[in-house]
């Protein structure tokens, strides 16, 4: 916020929210439609690039400076930051589009990803998936909550300052990243192509809620060994799931000892701050046979602040103590493999500028006190803070529990909303020029 | 074993043991010959024919009436004992060699499966699973244990009687069936197809030992439910997972209840008689949701003597159990089905005249007392048995700890001393017509 010696911004707030506000009203037909072309584009994974080529198409119309290319896989996959399971990103162009600002103000990376999760079952879809559908104010798809709604928001605050006639002092850096959803190798290319600035807001879908804080995730493969035998001679043989029991109650255990010294009042209510889920378990082939390898994977919740080794190292020894309790696991040690996404935990002051910029003017626009909290999970501002030393904020119009279903949406509103407390916040953030 | 009054065959076990021995031992290569042809004929599920085109020749060659037929499986699947994932025999045809004897004699079935489990993870194999190679006695290869070291064992002893020149009284059927390794289907269409005898001997790989009584065992399937969520979010699910342990559990008791009454001698010393074993577990597919779903495959033991019906609703009523410590389980009932392969289990009376002409016939060869045990596996002698009412007993030359395994196979020795054995049971039980 600006202090009260700097009267040339005191009053703007108001006088442009009104026009900011305004302008986003007029053009909602046009965001539902650009919305709609997004999800239509069906930006899986490995297939973003005609996503791409919409938002690469529309930062050039709004005359920025924009950047397309294909991460180098070999390069970026020797990056010890690197987590995907791809190394080739052919047709999975980044797009980056910077609004060169006029000097003297501070920068902001507003960072989307434009890669969204598989439609899964689509029996359990009432609406097609891609089509983007427009139903009591809410558009359906897979990925308009996670998050093209949130990048169109983005889109817009930029379209509203600049066709405004709006000059901002620091640079905006819209970036439109591939591979969120396996790791964030998007996002890390951006970095390492020199992306960087003094703040970033990230939107995906918090439902409106103000993320300061982010916990990270690794995703572990646990293997649990047995002995095979026959099932009708099964005490010949160790069943590896008859071993997973103790394994399962470890990762619970271990769920226990993190959480339960967390006091950040930003988790006041959440029942487990920061989960150790178990999402998969695997084993055995055949009903008759004592099965002699079990293989459980999961996601291991990383603390905002707590390193990734910390974390690793806590998992391991409790592991390995398994052995204490049951000679089997001395002899058969559970094998760890950390495999697969990676996010890294974010974390800024709450009560840092950013979050009490983005605060009021998100209570100017909504006329009310905004949420804020821990986020459940990782986004790309971890990458950003950890990597590009650039500390953001998470902050979106997406229905959280709609994120990866079935019927997934977003509500038309929320995205104008997030649009207009963004474009206000690039003003406080990077200053206006004239 | 004949009375003492029967003087015309009171000395026949030890001049004939001599002939029929030698007549075997001067055919070692032609018997290893054989059975390398059949393993090498790869005979797993719905690939039979190769192996029976060898069967069906050499039951030709003895001069035994041949029936080669595929199982017309629009008819066999509406069988009430009909159990088989197929309902297509093309390709899988049985044979069947009738000894017509002279008349006067009681009949004996003899009944082996040539369908093999599939190999399996090759890589865990030393030798080629189809080449039959020889090292130190042992012929390798899959198949070799499980059972086509017994079925060459019946040929010999067919072969050994007919090239001696004796005459039986009685028929000798020779059975070479399909699908024994997933329920049964080749038997029981050699049951409606009207083979019937007063007795059965299956050389299944029992190591030598002689089986009056087997397990039956079912197949089941269990269908546990959770509720989805964000692995972040993990306590606004229900995980699949953590509900499969108290189902695991109730197994467990399950198999300690119906294992605790067991008092026949013929289990002594075995540490559970008749299992409960899950073979497999399989839920969720991604590391950060959790799992709605898990699905446990097993197999249910059969106590010989007891119903199918009566084992299955033990196992129904503790699922239904579950509920009582968990109203999640009232609310989401463990889906129970049964499915897959299903063995009845078989029972004569240990004291019977075969069993104790088959056990004096094995003193005469083998020079020691037969370990007399109850399998802990399923057999077609249960098919035969309850559908033809044609009681039997199991009794082969496989390693029992070698099937289904890498690197099975047989010791050749245990091939021919099986085939002297059944030659001279089948003298016995028979009769001789000169």
Not at 50 to 67: K, N, P
Not at 145 to 154: A, R
């Amino acid at each position: 916020m600006k202090s009260a010696d700097d009267p040339g911004l005191l009053d703007a707030p108001s006088h442009l929210r009104e026009r900011v506000t305004a302008w986003l009203d007029e053009r909602r037909e046009d965001a539902v439609d650009l919305l709609r072309r997004l999800v239509g584009a069906e930006s899986t994974q490995g297939h973003e690039r005609a996503a791409q080529q919409i938002v690469a198409e529309h930062l050039r119309l709004l005359g920025l400076e924009v950047d397309v290319w294909e991460p180098d896989g070999p390069t970026l996959s020797r990056d010890p930051y690197f987590c995907s399971p791809r190394t080739d990103f052919s047709g999975s162009p980044n797009v980056v589009g910077v609004w060169r600002g006029a000097g003297g103000g501070r920068s902001m990376i507003l960072n989307g990803h434009v890669d969204v999760v598989p439609v899964g079952d689509e029996s359990q879809w009432t609406r097609d998936p891609w089509a983007g559908l427009v139903e009591d104010g809410r558009l359906y798809g897979r990925g308009a909550t996670d998050m093209k709604g949130g990048n169109v928001s983005l889109l817009l605050a930029v379209a509203a300052l600049k066709s405004l006639g709006m000059r901002l002092r620091g640079d905006v850096i819209v970036e439109s990243v591939v591979d969120e959803e396996s790791g964030g190798a998007g996002t890390l290319a951006a970095v390492r192509r020199g992306y960087r600035a003094d703040a970033a807001l990230v939107p995906e879908p918090t439902g409106m809620r103000i993320f300061p804080k982010q916990q990270g995730s690794l995703w572990f493969r646990l293997t649990v060994t047995g002995r095979a035998a026959h099932g009708g001679t099964r005490y010949e043989g160790v069943s590896a799931i008859e071993k997973a029991v103790p394994v399962l109650a470890a990762l619970a255990r271990l769920e226990s000892d993190r959480n339960a010294p967390i006091d950040d009042p930003l988790y006041a209510g959440t029942p487990i701050p920061v989960p150790v889920n178990v999402g998969s378990i695997k084993g055995g082939d055949w009903p008759s046979m004592v099965p002699d390898r079990v293989t459980l994977e999961g996601r291991l919740g990383i603390i905002p602040g707590e390193t990734v080794e910390a974390a690793q190292a806590e998992m391991t020894a409790d592991l390995v103590a398994l052995a204490d309790a049951d000679p089997w696991f001395a002899d058969h040690p559970v094998r760890l493999e950390w495999f697969g996404a990676r996010w890294l935990p974010g974390t800024i002051d709450p009560d840092s500028e950013l979050m009490r910029t983005l605060s009021a003017r998100y209570r100017d626009v909504m006329g009310e006190d905004p949420v804020i909290a821990a986020s459940p999970w990782g986004t790309d501002a971890g990458l950003l803070a950890a990597v590009g030393h650039t500390p953001g904020v998470v902050f979106g119009p997406g229905a959280t529990a709609a994120a990866h279903y079935a019927d997934e949406y977003v509500e038309i509103d929320r995205v104008l909303e997030v649009a207009a407390i963004v474009a206000l916040t690039l003003v406080d953030w990077c200053g206006l020029a004239e």
